[in-house]
DNA sequence: GATGAATGAGCCTTCATTCAT
DNA sequence: GATGAATGAAGGCTCATTCAT
């Protein structure tokens, strides 16, 4: 009705981000499992056959729903990373440890879905992205700030291991039952790890 | 009707590892999305209705392979282990990291599947099984051999920090299409995460 | 394919009663214990899920061929009775008698299914609610013009007895073989039971 | 074990009776739809192999609980005929009324599940027999008996009529679970129909 | 574009029955 | 005869996708 009165554009801008937000809804209500492309299309007060003006198939919805969510994980540790290349490296990864952590912390029950009910692979390519993202900040930012004694290392090697076990940490740590340590020590840790490695 | 003319199927326990087997089989050929019980059943040439004399349902039976594929990774990496419990700290470490490497690499096709392709959560308790076996050992082994300067950190701590680190990176060095580090750079990193971690 | 060119099947209460219809045909062409929900939707010529847009499951499907069927049965004895309720008790008795009859005889066949193959249960509550209509009328209508003499006896417990009765043998001369008595000796006596019992 | 010990005969004797008291157990508890030869088997601890020693399939385990069943009412029905053949009809009339709904009342769960959960086909001819042998004794036994003004009645369509009502009536009357009369009731109109139709 | 009824391939599972031991 | 593991045909049902309106 309203919706009619819209500019086309916009029209569909609006209909594909309600299916993303439906599909989002029902994967942290209902689970993947449950996941049926009529569940998403109620949720969306949309028909089921709308779901394919604007998306392929159901693989794409969800796999759109995970790149958003990986998307603006990215955004912020890439936006922390940023707002604090200026500082001092401890500083820095500090920054960017706790930026990270916060962002996980944001929608646990969707991490959970996303990382442990969903096929790894769907969102393996969103997960690169964002290593590679952030990876690319990290080595063009604190590239030129090595210590020459610390320049011994390949720095795709080292940003490659670094940003893998600090996402490996974080998402477990947010995701564990009883993480044996508090979150101000995880964030030691990674700190840490960052600068030994770096 | 071939099948008439066979010796009936051996019992239980081989039965089990047919089936098991054929699992694993499908996995690996068709992948999880295409496995289906029939399938296994044929690949098992057997018939349906036996997977489910043996198996409750089709998830049991794919919780088995993914049970019997982490439990051997651990059988492996804790043998490394025990065996170099009496070295010094970085031969273990090397040793260990060696060998888990070692087991990853035996079946990739299989590892790739049950990382990428089933949702994290059908092989969680596998992997925290796997986890906490190490971690067990780690600390048991090696705990009392701390220098007393070591001994700032919480064991469980340093433990749940390595193992989890080092089982992602492993594990993400041999599925990566094109890892910027080679197998030796790669343990090296590890045994210096170890070192640098306990 | 073929379906393809036709028109879209009709909406809901066509297809509502193309289902059941369908399933009434089967029940009649093949026996309750043939009845599957392929077979359903073939004859329905309609897809096995679409079977599933409209009940829940097959058991439903059944049952409302029963409710139908049922339903049709009372609604022709209440008529006949409502008819005749201005006659003198022997000739309304007698109506009703016949009416019960000829409903009967419509459909022998699926008479024979819903009464011998399927489980009495399946269709017990549609047999009460019969019974029910047909009591609740008898008593509404003959209650008030018994005569002094009769009204000895409780209409509850009379139309108990007579409307089982009547059910349970009118429906066993439709459906025995052969019968130690003609049609209209069981009218005369089904007549001469009500008019007794009364 | 100690089985083998009997003789022959008597082996395969009590195998049938366990057999089809396990069957019976499992009706009762478990109802139709979840009688399965393995719960029969299991139930009469036994191989689901041996129940085709002395079966040819599940219908006819089930058959020979319900002919076992009806024709124990048979006996209690007939015995007390005969019992009262001597005295006045009302007398033997009531003596059997009462008769076949102690026999009913004896095990109402089987009963019911035979009733309402049995396809009424699979006890359809025990029914038959039940109703065959009652007419005959009450043929044979009052034939004589009748009074010259009902001689006017053909026996074959009063035993008929009088031996199907009856049964109907009682059979309802113990599964009703609110029946609108007492047994007391029950018994003196079944007399009454009794007499009235003899 | 939007709709939503219809589709239908295909899945998981059951269970009466068999037959080698 | 007894066993019971194995069988395998078949069934009910789901759900991603289509397409006539």
């Known amino acids: 009705m309203a919706l009619r009165k819209l500019p086309r554009q916009q029209r569909s801008r609006e209909m594909v981000d309600r299916i993303v937000a439906a599909a989002r809804d029902v994967l942290v209500a209902d689970g993947y499992d449950r996941l049926t492309t009529n569940r998403v299309a109620d949720r969306a007060e949309v028909s089921p056959g709308s779901l394919y003006q604007y998306f392929p198939d159901k693989a794409s919805i969800v796999e ?25 490296p401890e500083a820095m990864a500090r920054a960017t440890a706790e930026a990270l952590l916060s962002a996980l912390e944001r929608d646990p029950t969707l991490l959970r879905v996303v990382w442990e009910e969903l096929p790894a692979a769907r969102h393996l390519d969103d997960r690169l992205g964002l290593e590679r993202r952030v990876r690319d ?15 011994r290392r390949d720095p795709a090697r080292s940003s490659w291991l670094i940003v893998l076990a600090v996402e490996s940490l974080a998402v477990r740590f947010v995701l564990d039952e009883d993480p044996p340590l508090t979150r101000d020590e995880l964030v030691d840790d990674l700190v840490a790890l960052g600068l030994a490695w770096w």
Chains 1, 2, 3, 4 share one sequence.
């Open 64 to 88: 759109e729903v995970t790149a958003r969510y990986v998307d603006r994980l990215a955004e912020d540790v890439v936006a922390s990373l940023v707002d604090h290349v200026h500082e001092d």
């Open 137 to 151: 900040v990290l080595r063009a930012y604190l590239g030129g700030r090595q210590s020459p004694a610390a320049r």
